[in-house]
C-alpha cells in the first residue's frame, strides 16, 4: 500500500480494510493478508481490522489466527463486542448454537453498554437467522419478535423478516416487507436485496416457487456482494441465491438448485462466517439427490456432517442430514 501524506490515520485503516476485503473476494488470501499486516506495522487499529483477520482465519482453517484475533479484540475498546460476535458466528457455522448463542448475547450486551443499540439489535437479528437455517423454528420466531421491539432499522427488520419467513411464517414477514418498502424505497440494498428475499421466501411459503425466482430477478445484478447487514450484523450475504436455490428444489429441478448453492461455497471470501455457508452444504446435497447424482449427494452429506463433527446432537438440520444420507447408502 502506497503512503499518502496528508491523510488521517482513520482513513489510511479504512483503505487497509477495503483492500483487505476486496483481495479476500477474489479468494486471494495472502494479498489480502498483506494488506492486513501493511495496516499493523504502521500502527493502524480499526475493529474492522482485527474483524477481518479473523474472518480470514476461518477462511483458512487457521484457529490459532483466530484466537490470536479475538484475544487482541479484547484488549481493545470498540472491538471487543465485534470479536465476541465473531466469535459466537464461527460457532454457529460449525453447529455449535448452544455456545455459540449466550456468546452473541454477551456481545450485544457489550454494545448496549457502549451504547450502541442498533448495532447489539442488528446482531440479535442475526441470531434469529441462525435458528432459522437449522431448523429450530420456534426458536427463531420467538428470538426475532423480541428484537423488533429493540430496533426497526433496516437491516434489523430485513433480519427478523428473513427469519420469520424462513421459518415459515408470512404475517409478520409481509408487514415488515411492506415497512422497508414504504420507508425505503430508494434503498439499493432494500430495493434489490432485502424486499426481493423475504418476498421469495413468502412465495415459497405459498408454495409458488416459480413466483419466487420471478422476485429475486431484481437481485441478480447485486447478490453477489455482501449487503449492509453483512457488517451491521453478520448476516444476508448471498441470502437471495439461497432462497433462489430453495425455490428450484421446490420446483423439483435440483441441477439449477445445486448451481445456486455451490455458487455460495465457491465464494468463501465473501460468505466468511455466516451460517449461510453451513446451511448452503445441505441444500446441495439435496440438491444433488434430487438429480439422481447419489455420489455427490452422499459427499456433499459427509461434507456437512464433517464441519459438523463437534455441533449439537438435537439440531433439526443435524439430525435430518444423518437421516438423510442413510437413505441414500
Known amino acids: 500500500m502506497p503512503e499518502r501524506s496528508g491523510w488521517p490515520s482513520r482513513l489510511r485503516g479504512a483503505g487497509a480494510s477495503s483492500l483487505g476485503y476486496s483481495y479476500a ?14 495496516a499493523a506495522e504502521r500502527k493502524l487499529e480499526m475493529p474492522d481490522l482485527l474483524v477481518q483477520r479473523y474472518q480470514i ?37 460449525w453447529g455449535r448454537l448452544n455456545e455459540a448463542h449466550p456468546l452473541a448475547t454477551h456481545a450485544s450486551d457489550l454494545s448496549r453498554q457502549g451504547s450502541q443499540l442498533d448495532r447489539a439489535a442488528a446482531w440479535d437479528a442475526g441470531q434469529s437467522t441462525w435458528d432459522s437455517f437449522f431448523g429450530n423454528a420456534a426458536a427463531a420466531r420467538v428470538s426475532a419478535l423480541a428484537v423488533l ?10 433480519g427478523v423478516a428473513f427469519a420469520l419467513a424462513l421459518a415459515g411464517e408470512s404475517r409478520e414477514p409481509r408487514a415488515l416487507a411492506d415497512d422497508l418498502e414504504k420507508r425505503f424505497p430508494e434503498d439499493t440494498a432494500a430495493r434489490f436485496s432485502y424486499l426481493p428475499t423475504v418476498r421469495a421466501l413468502l412465495a415459497l411459503n405459498q408454495n409458488e416457487p416459480a413466483q419466487a425466482i420471478e422476485q429475486l430477478r431484481r437481485a441478480v445484478p447485486y447478490e453477489l456482494g455482501a449487503p449492509p447487514s453483512a ?16 425455490a428450484y428444489l421446490a420446483a ?23 451460517p449461510v ?53
Not at 473476494?25 to 501493511?38: K, T, V
Not at 455420489?295 to 449439537?312: G, H, N, S
Open 25 to 38: 473476494g477474489l479468494e486471494r488470501f495472502g494479498e489480502a493478508e498483506h494488506a492486513l499486516q501493511l
Open 57 to 93: 482465519g476461518f477462511v483458512k482453517g487457521d484457529k490459532a489466527v483466530m484466537k490470536q484475533a479475538a484475544a487482541e479484540g479484547r484488549d481493545k475498546a470498540g472491538a471487543e463486542d465485534w470479536l465476541a460476535d465473531q466469535e459466537a458466528v464461527a460457532l454457529a457455522y
Open 149 to 158: 421491539k429493540r430496533s426497526s432499522t433496516r437491516d434489523v427488520e430485513y
Open 231 to 246: 457488517f451491521q450484523g453478520t448476516f444476508g450475504t448471498f441470502y437471495p441465491i439461497y432462497v433462489r436455490g430453495l
Open 252 to 274: 423439483h429441478q435440483g441441477a439449477q438448485a445445486a448451481t445456486e448453492f455451490k455458487k455460495i461455497l465457491d465464494h468463501p471470501g465473501i460468505v466468511f462466517n455466516d
Open 277 to 329: 455457508g453451513a446451511a448452503a452444504r445441505v441444500q446441495l446435497a439435496r440438491a444433488f439427490a434430487l438429480s439422481g447424482d447419489t455420489m455427490r449427494a452422499k459427499t456433499a452429506y459427509q461434507d456437512f456432517l464433517t464441519l459438523w463433527t463437534d455441533a449439537d446432537p438435537d439440531s433439526p438440520i443435524f439430525q435430518q442430514a444423518k437421516a438423510e444420507l442413510a437413505r441414500l447408502q
